[in-house]
């Protein structure tokens, strides 16, 4: 084994890929802790994980759907929602259980060394589980309505990863601002709130001006949902959008993998 | 690499950490959110403003070498930068300046149950707590058996440990880390745990793993338990090394040290907690006679007393004070408080004064003791002006508690006082 040299680091830090790979193991451990504990004394379990993007199905549908008439490109609401509100639900989740992370392991940052990249990764494991989940109930939807399967389908795997890579690129800016600021905690739900409204889960991109697509698409979950709902429901995907999302995505991955290890040095000190 | 190499070079270290400073401009609200706002635009980009802190160097220009298979005490004052010190070796905190060299993968114990989980079972537990002190899973899989007999808890392994007793609890938490396998070993006073017997039982355990080649650094205060597994130690004093060689001889060393400094000085500590306007300067303990001495007798009389000043923008009406005694082991044996027994000061509140806290015939009855001071001010609401732990420390010898003419019992921690009858029934 090479000799460890511990001294100041400065400047930028890249990703330790050799050190992530051998604590691999602790990854899976904690996200396994984080589903352990999330159903623990709770009467239904991993029921929650379907319940939550299924009862904003049915509250949208009935408000965006049925009242207001928001369109849908010309697919049942329900579904064309559902679609929406598996990335969405698994975005906002990890930003906002991932913001929190770092903090909550308070304990463990100050007593032992671990790349600290893990906690927040943890927290994408846990919700990559759920997203699993609630994928079910929308197969069984694709049943119902006899929506068609298309090779598009095959795209799935590439949104899923540029789905991960921007919600932990977000999740790894938070949790490590919130070490510092805890004001974070309460902005949080507010602007996730907000976030959705600019992300089309409830309406279609289409309904957006073509002019202002462009801007729509630097909010990455904007042409991932999009996408995502092309993929699944086999109408044609906005390729300009998805680029520009994909292109963000990477970017905020990047960004927040270069800032929380920056951060993370002295997280034990002002934890 | 070769094997006559040193296993940890430690080449002029320093820890520097920065003060927060008074909070001049706290008085409004609007002048709270200047602040703010100015503060945190300098602080996202990554940027302290190096006019507005103070600095405290934790640790200063450290240098020590350690051989394979050597086992190292290392001993000091709270505060000395002990801490601080096997913080930087095990990496969870970086140092400001110097370097170490480490020649062999690493582990370090800071905490009993680290990583443990209250909802989880102690099967769970011991994959997870595992991994975080760095095991791999396979290595878990393997010493299970082991762990969980060593720990004695085959029949709760079900069982969410947060329903373990405390003795139950640290026999697992220390089953796990014994059982880690590393080059070195970081151990942060993590004995103190359990009965005696199981006790005994880690001592032996760590005999077998400092007799098995491994490189081990303790740092603890319990001076028999390092005399007796070291044959080397470093003394720490305001983060240097003042001493380093024989065990015995620094250990001498350390106690006269400890002896020669009654009074603690509180205002360099950082680790404190509260608003700041009313501020902790000094404590000590002394006899009746005003002695300054933290050496105390049990069944005599004994003060503790802190000094403090009001910052200049506060107009302190009322303060009250709090000192917890408690073991070196963390457990709280008495809260002495005003506004229990008499009522918190609420007039003639000097703006620099002294606090005493009588208590007649000492109950503890021998061991070292450590307490807590905290001052509120309930202006506004009882808040915690400043909460600083680890204050002042002194130690009880055995003595005449129960004016018998014999030196009380010293196998517990207090004496009170009883009376005893025999009925028939």
């Not at chain 2, 609401?381 to 019992?409: C, L, M, Q």
Request: aromatic share 10%; net charge positive; proline share 4%.
């Amino acid at each position: 084994m090479a000799d460890l040299i511990i001294k100041p680091r400065k400047g930028l830090a890249a990703l330790n890929f050799g050190e992530l790979y051998a604590y691999r193991d602790l990854l899976y451990f904690l996200a396994w802790r984080n589903v352990k504990v999330r159903y623990k004394q709770t009467a239904i379990g991993a029921a929650w994980a379907v319940i939550q993007p299924f009862m904003n199905m049915i509250v949208f549908s009935i408000f965006f759907g049925a009242l207001a008439k928001i369109p849908s490109d010309g697919l049942p609401y329900p579904i064309f929602v559902y679609a929406g509100l598996l990335p969405w639900t698994f975005f906002s989740n990890v930003i906002r259980m991932a913001g929190n992370s770092v903090v909550e392991d308070e304990k463990l940052i100050t007593k032992v060394y671990f790349p600290r990249l893990i906690i927040p990764s943890s927290v994408a494991g846990v919700e990559l589980l759920d997203f699993c989940i609630a994928f079910i109930i929308y197969v069984l939807m694709m049943l119902y309505y006899q929506i068609p399967l298309t090779v598009q389908l095959l795209a799935i795997p590439l949104l899923l990863f540029f789905m991960v890579i921007a919600a932990l690129g977000i999740g790894l800016i938070l949790s490590a601002l919130t070490v510092t600021y805890r004001d974070f905690r309460y902005v949080l739900p507010f602007v996730i709130q907000l976030w959705l409204y600019v992300s089309p889960v409830i309406y279609p991109v289409s309904i957006v001006p073509e002019a202002w697509r462009p801007l729509l698409a630097l909010n990455p979950m904007a042409g991932i949902i999009d996408a995502f709902r092309s993929a699944l429901l086999g109408s044609p995907f906005d390729f300009p959008t998805l680029i520009i999302s994909a292109i963000v995505s990477v970017i905020l991955f990047i960004g927040g993998v270069l800032y929380f290890q920056r951060l993370e040095r002295t997280f034990a000190d002002i934890i | 690499m070769s094997t006559t190499d040193p296993i940890i070079e430690v080449q002029h270290l320093s820890k520097k950490y920065s003060l927060g400073k008074k909070r001049e401009m706290y008085h409004t609200f609007s002048g709270v959110l200047v602040h703010s706002a100015r503060s945190l635009s300098q602080r996202l980009i990554g940027r302290g403003t190096s006019q507005t802190r103070e600095d405290f160097w934790a640790l200063s220009d450290v240098n020590f070498t350690v051989q394979r298979g050597e086992v190292l005490g290392i001993i000091g004052r709270n505060g000395a930068g002990k801490s601080t010190l096997l913080k930087i070796l095990s990496r969870i905190t970086d140092p400001t300046g110097g370097q170490i060299i480490m020649r062999g993968r690493v582990a370090s114990l800071l905490e009993v149950g680290t990583g443990f989980h209250p909802e989880l079972s102690g099967r769970e537990n011991i994959y997870l707590s595992g991994a975080v002190l760095g095991m791999r899973r396979e290595e878990i899989d393997q010493k299970f058996q082991e762990i969980v007999a060593f720990a004695e808890v085959e029949k709760f392994l079900e069982t969410p440990i947060k329903r373990y007793s405390s003795g139950m609890y640290m026999r697992l938490a220390f089953s796990v880390a014994a059982h880690l396998d590393p080059e070195i070993l970081l151990i942060d006073e993590v004995l103190a745990v359990g009965d005696i017997a199981f006790q005994k039982k880690c001592l032996g355990k760590m005999e077998n793993v400092a007799q098995g080649g491994r490189t081990v650094i303790f740092v603890s205060h319990q001076l028999e338990f390092l005399a007796q597994l070291c044959k080397r130690c470093l003394l720490v004093d305001k983060g240097k090394i003042v001493q380093d060689g024989p065990s015995r001889e620094v250990i001498s060393q350390y106690v006269k040290l400890v002896r020669s400094t009654d009074t603690m000085d509180l205002r360099t500590r950082k680790d404190r907690q509260g608003e700041g306007r009313v501020r902790l300067t000094q404590t000590w303990v002394e006899d009746m006679g005003g002695n300054r001495s933290n050496r105390i007798i049990s069944g005599q009389d004994m003060k503790i007393i802190a000094t403090y000043e009001v910052q200049e923008y506060y107009n302190c009406t009322n303060l009250a004070v709090s000192f917890a005694v408690l073991t070196v082991h963390g457990v709280v044996v008495v809260d002495l408080g005003t506004g229990t027994i008499t009522p918190d000061f609420t007039e003639n509140v000097p703006r620099r004064g002294k606090i005493e806290c009588i208590i007649p015939r000492v109950p503890f009855n021998s061991g070292e003791f450590v307490y807590n001071a905290l001052l509120r001010s309930a202006r506004s609401g009882n808040e915690v002006e400043d909460w600083v732990k680890n204050a002042g420390s002194f130690t009880v010898e055995p003595g005449d508690y129960y004016r018998t003419g014999h030196i009380a019992g010293t196998a517990s921690l207090l004496c009170i006082d009883h009376t005893w009858n025999i009925l028939s029934a």
